[in-house]
């Protein structure tokens, strides 16, 4: 007897018997229930059995997906679709095992119009810079950037080109800096040499976001050219108004007289007294002393002597029993100068108010200017004249330079007020423009002064900022700096003497294996390192010391929490 089958006719499963069970599998396209049970796969079919075909209809879609970029300059399009698919059962021909699938009668693809995404991009706010032609091949499906901002156009920063230093770098402050180390001479302009020329920059322009909010650029980096002692400028370009050494100094770009001493300074020269920098080829011998308005180079030694300088101190080789002082009085200069900076904008005020009520015809212009002058001083900021007299008081028992002369002239507009014996604005108004003009002087010449050096024995030093020792080290020397020490040698050695230093000191080696006693001090807010550390180092920060007890290498010590962090290992 032959074997059982099933075929199909007409969309209806019919049964031819047999000794075998025909199998009916399912395939795309339909879906099969046995005796009113979903046949998911596969299934034995026996005569009496009901078999449904059911053929399928599958339901296209449309999937449209918008994305933003984070900074909203750029809109994304992805499109894709499924197609409606209609399928019919084909008749088959009985078979032991017969696979059940549908043939597709109807297949269509319903695609976005380029309107209905515009749409959908308007409800979503995006409204600029929209691009049709690529809205056109989205539309077909794929991804596409459909909308794109206008970027903002950054500004062009100004430029300052400097015809002086190392390079001529535009921007670069290494530019300017000296290779204290380095050179043997140093950089000499001839009055109306071109120092340095700016070149303007231009502002950015406004852009746009896909959302039309508008996108600013940022703001140009604008710069000031600013001329300082020797130097004027004219037409955006800085020339030298007097021949010397150029330097930038409080942003200003400066150039210096220079006294040039092309032998030793000893008995021939005797000491050397100069407003300007000082040049030295050899070495300030015994008993002499240096001193300049500015800064002081030493291609030599200095052997039992003394330096001192308003500005940097540079000796090229080593530094005997001597002192050496780099901007000694900065802090008194400091103090001093926000007095009368203080003094001079309280005054530019009082002066500011007087023409006010004048112009609004409060008060009339007579002969009681002073008394009236007062009256606003005193109403305005009450107690600020005894202020007045303590700073005077100050100022003429420390100082008899320009800093006394500049303090008094405005400390005699005020005795004028007060004993209404201002009788016009007109000597009023000359001191402060005469103040304004030493304010903005004073920054140049009371910036903080260092000390470079390569070695020192059995001295003593003192910097308004920093001292830093390039050679073999440091011996039994004394030395306070208001900034850091920096040893920047791998091989220089500290050993003995006292060392200070507000924000921190970092040094080598440090004592000797013998245990000389040596003192690092700096503030809770500075920072003490050494490579080697020997015992008999004493570490203090303002009035807390520890001692080094062994010798230890990698140290690193600071303030924290109440207490001194010594982090170090052992030798």
């Given amino acids: 007897m032959q074997e059982a089958k099933i075929g199909i006719k007409s969309g209806q499963i019919f049964y031819i018997d047999g000794e075998k069970q025909p199998l009916l599998k399912v395939g795309e396209g339909v879906e099969v229930y046995v005796n009113g049970v979903k046949v998911e796969s596969q299934i034995f079919i026996k005569k009496d059995d009901v078999v449904k075909i059911v053929p399928k209809i599958i339901e296209g879609k449309r999937n449209l997906n918008i994305n933003v ?131 303007e920059g231009k502002d950015g322009m406004i852009g746009f976001d896909v959302y039309g909010r508008p996108v600013k650029p940022r703001k140009r980096n604008i710069l000031k050219l600013l001329a300082g002692t020797g130097c004027n400028i004219l037409n955006n370009k800085a020339f030298a108004s007097i021949s010397g050494m150029p330097e930038v100094k409080a942003d200003r770009i400066c150039v210096y007289e220079v006294l040039r001493i092309n032998s030793d300074v000893d008995i021939k020269t005797g000491n050397i007294n100069f407003d300007g920098n000082i040049e030295i080829f050899g070495s300030v011998r015994e008993g002499f002393k240096v001193k300049s308005g500015n800064k002081v180079i030493i291609h030599g030694d200095v052997l039992e002597a003394e330096v001192v300088a308003a500005g940097d101190i540079i000796i090229d080789k080593n530094l005997i ?47 009681n200017i002073g008394q009236v002058l007062y009256l606003i001083l005193e109403s305005k900021y009450p107690g600020k004249t005894k202020d007045f007299d303590k700073t ?92 850091v020490v920096k040893f920047l040698n791998e091989k220089a050695v500290l050993r003995g003497g006292k060392i200070f230093a507000q924000n921190g000191i970092f040094a080598y080696e440090v004592g000797s294996s013998a245990g000389a006693v040596t003192f690092l001090k700096t503030t809770k807010q500075g920072i003490i390192e050494g490579k080697v550390v020997y015992q008999n180092t004493i570490l203090q920060f303002d009035d807390i010391l520890y001692k080094i007890e062994n010798p230890v290498k990698n140290l690193k010590a600071y303030f924290k929490n109440g207490e001194i962090i010594v982090e170090k290992m052992r030798l």
């Fill in 392 to 483: 005077n008081e100050f100022i003429t028992s420390h100082f008899k330079n320009e800093i006394l002369s500049y303090w008094q002239s405005i400390y005699s507009l005020i005795l004028a007020f007060k004993n209404n014996e201002l009788k016009d604005l007109d000597k009023m108004k000359s001191i402060l423009k005469e103040l304004e003009v030493f304010i903005q002087n004073f920054e140049i010449l009371n910036c903080p002064s260092n000390v470079y050096i390569h070695y020192c024995q059995n001295s003593k030093i003192f910097s308004s900022n920093d001292v830093e020792i390039l050679g073999k080290g440091c011996y039994n020397t004394d030395i306070v700096a208001k900034n």
């Fill in 69 to 199: 970029s984070q900074d909203a300059m750029e809109v994304y399009l992805e499109v894709s679709y499924e197609p409606y698919i209609e399928y019919e059962i084909e008749d088959k021909e009985p078979q032991n095992e017969l696979l059940v699938e549908g043939k597709i009668k109807h297949k269509s693809i319903k695609k976005f119009t380029a309107d209905e995404i515009e749409m959908l991009l308007r409800e979503k706010k995006i409204i600029y810079g929209i691009k049709r032609e690529e809205i056109l091949k989205a539309v077909e499906g794929g991804k596409y950037v459909v909308a794109e901002g206008k970027k903002a156009k950054e500004p062009e920063d100004d430029k300052i080109i400097y015809y002086f230093g190392k390079k001529h770098d535009e921007n670069n402050e290494e530019a300017f800096k000296i290779d204290y180390f380095n050179r043997n001479t140093y950089e000499y302009v001839e009055k109306g040499s071109v120092l340095a020329e700016k070149l």
């Fill in 321 to 367: 029993s001597s002192n050496v002082v780099a901007g000694l009085n900065q802090l008194n200069n400091e103090k001093a100068f926000e007095k009368i900076k203080e003094a001079h904008e309280t005054l530019k005020n009082v002066l500011s108010m007087y023409s006010q009520l004048l112009s609004l015809g409060k008060i009339k212009m007579d002969k």
